[in-house]
């Protein structure tokens, strides 16, 4: 279980680095590394302070509270 987490920790970082590594380009000033570092950094962190404050409830982390923590929820068109 902790191996897929971790996995998941991973993949969080990756998808979230990969999605501004173009734009960063883009923007002046901001080398796309460090765009992405922060990116994934920022994402992984999130992760992480759901997992915290699920822990932190009752001492463990359900199933259900581990696949929350890991959503990613996709705007549809139309949807606010």
Sequence with gaps: MIGS???RILATFTYSAMAVI???SLIGGIEPWKAALLSGVASTVSVLEKLARAYADDGKIT???L????????????DE
């Design 63 to 65: 199933t259900e509270e």
């Design 67 to 78: 696949q929350a923590a890991f959503a990613v929820k996709a705007k549809e068109a139309g």
């Design 22 to 24: 173009g734009s960063a």
């Design 5 to 7: 987490i971790v996995l």
